[in-house]
């Protein structure tokens, strides 16, 4: 059970806008650590697309944002592509535990 | 820039320790955080838990008993073992640079990973 959630899948039609939750808490986000952003390919590793909230990797599209408010974070896909279609997790620091922790993860599909 | 290469062996025994290294090119070790996170198959990822570059290590707590983080700088690997693994370890392990401030820290990139299967 992660400490951070998020929603199991969303889906969007190409074109329109995705948005992805990542509920923490006063132990994690809440307390001021950065949240980060992987894009994980089927059959590949992990991608990096978000660090620090709001920061995009050089050669990420300009088409993935992040933000974070409170004890939550949001990583938006706008102008959904095929290539989109991906397995999307956040990723924090949780004082509580002592640990990097992550999200269990959220299936985006493209309609 | 930068790539990583896991390597090691693919199965491993009940109660037996399992030992993985990964292997960096394309650049120097200094200054980071050499990272290993697991994914069993079908499921999310999990912290095992980083050295730097001077060699201290930090654990995730609910594994620091079985782990040992090392690294060779002359040789550009940093290894990962642990002991008494149970049919709980097996994941595919990825090992990955990672980047920190006082907010946390990020992890970029990884390597392709290597699957490790436990079984008598």
């Known amino acids: 059970q992660s400490v951070l959630t998020q929603p199991p899948s969303v889906s969007g039609a190409p074109g329109q806008r995705v948005t992805i939750s990542c509920t923490g808490s006063?132990?994690?986000?809440?307390?001021?650590?950065?949240v980060h952003w992987y894009q994980q390919l089927p059959g590949t590793a992990p991608k990096l697309v978000i660090y620090?909230?709001?920061n995009r990797p050089s050669g990420v599209p300009d088409r993935f944002s992040g933000s974070k408010s409170g004890t939550s974070a949001s990583l938006a896909i706008t102008g959904l592509q095929a290539e989109d279609e991906a397995d999307y997790y956040c990723q924090s620091y949780d004082r509580r535990s002592g640990s990097n922790v992550f999200g269990p993860g959220t299936k985006v599909t493209v309609l | 820039q930068v790539q990583l290469q896991e390597s090691g062996p693919g199965l491993v025994k009940p109660s037996e320790t399992l030992s993985l290294t990964c292997t960096v090119s394309g650049d120097s070790m200094v200054d980071n955080y050499w990272t290993w996170i697991r994914q069993p198959p079908g499921k999310g990822l999990e912290w095992i838990g980083y050295i730097s570059y001077s060699g201290g290590a930090t654990y995730n707590p609910s594994l620091r008993s079985r782990l040992t983080l090392s690294l060779d700088m002359s040789k550009k690997q940093f290894f990962l073992k642990v002991t008494s693994v149970t049919a709980a370890d097996a994941a595919l392990y990825y090992c990955?640079?990672?980047?920190?401030?006082?907010?946390?820290?990020?992890?970029?990139?990884w390597g392709q990973g290597t699957l490790v299967t436990v079984s008598s």
């Open positions: 620090g909230n709001t």
């Open positions: 990955a640079r990672g980047w920190g401030n006082t907010q946390g820290t990020w992890f970029d990139p």
């Open positions: 006063d132990s994690n986000i809440g307390a001021g650590y950065d």
